[in-house]
């Protein structure tokens, strides 16, 4: 059975950082692209960042640009994303995600998605 577990969310003031972490089981991930999104209380769920499974390509939202950091590490089947300078605006639940292409962004790329880990910035 296939699963994407997420962890590390929680409180952090503006300005704060968290790091987040992807845990993939139940199948082998080489060759996917891994992706993190994020869904705030009313809207869509968007794209955050991606990255391949090499790592040698990573992808961001301009929104995140600068200051998150999308990293893999391949022999525990782990993603991770790094969260700097943080905003009340990037207040969502966080999604990991896999596609069976090399890296992508739409949500309709990706076959399978974790439960989500709520990041809560207050001003």
């Known amino acids: 059975q296939v699963q994407l577990v997420e962890s590390g969310g929680g409180l952090v003031q503006a300005g704060g950082s968290l790091r987040l972490s992807c845990a993939a089981s139940g199948r082998s991930f080489a060759g996917y692209g891994m992706g993190w999104f994020r869904q705030a209380a009313g809207k869509e769920r968007e794209f955050a960042a991606a990255i391949s499974w090499s790592g040698a390509n990573t992808y961001y939202a301009e929104s995140v640009k600068g200051r998150f950091i999308i990293s893999s590490g391949n022999a525990q089947n782990t993603v991770y994303l790094q969260m700097n300078s943080l905003k009340p605006e990037d207040t969502a639940v966080y999604y990991c995600?896999?596609?069976?292409?090399?890296?992508?962004?739409?949500?309709?790329?990706?076959?399978?998605w974790g439960q989500g880990t709520q990041v809560t910035v207050s001003s």
């Open positions: 995600a896999a596609a069976n292409v090399r890296i992508a962004t739409p949500t309709s790329k990706y076959d399978y």
